[in-house]
């Protein structure tokens, strides 16, 4: 019952978030799941949380990069074509922690989340 309650109000939550809220909230749980990877390192079930953790940032920020693509977009253009670059830095990064895993190397694209996801909300960290 409490999981249908939880569900209920992320519901309500994501049909009450302003666009930028919710390009926020995404970010921030995906440095979340990041940071919840790398504080478990250690877990026999890391290579699970790791594979799940590196999957939800690629493809939101993929996403983002689709977003930011099109014509109609209404952020300045060199906002976009600096967070495109972001997008493609974060895509880099996530390879290469496939391809040689360590848990500090989280710590940049969990960096990279929050620093937009405060960004978006005008606050600083």
């Known amino acids: 019952m409490l999981s249908n309650q939880l569900e209920a109000y992320r519901s ?3 049909n009450t978030l302003s666009g ?6 995404v970010l921030a749980k995906a ?14 079930d890391r290579d699970i949380l790791l594979k799940k ?8 920020w993929t996403f983002f990069q689709s977003e930011l693509s099109k014509p109609d977009n209404p952020l300045p253009k060199k906002l976009r074509e600096d967070i495109m670059s972001l997008g493609l830095f974060v895509a880099k990064q996530i390879i290469y922690i ?6 500090d190397k989280l710590t ?4 990279i989340n929050l620093k937009l996801a405060a960004g978006l909300r005008g606050s600083t960290m």
């Open 53 to 60: 953790a590196l999957k939800h940032n690629q493809i939101m």
């Open 98 to 103: 496939m391809s040689f895993p360590s848990p």
């Open 31 to 44: 440095a979340l799941v990041l940071q919840e990877c790398q504080h478990k390192w250690d877990a026999p």
């Open 20 to 25: 930028r809220e919710l390009e926020a909230s």
């Open 108 to 111: 940049v694209i969990i960096n």
């Open 12 to 14: 309500v939550q994501r």
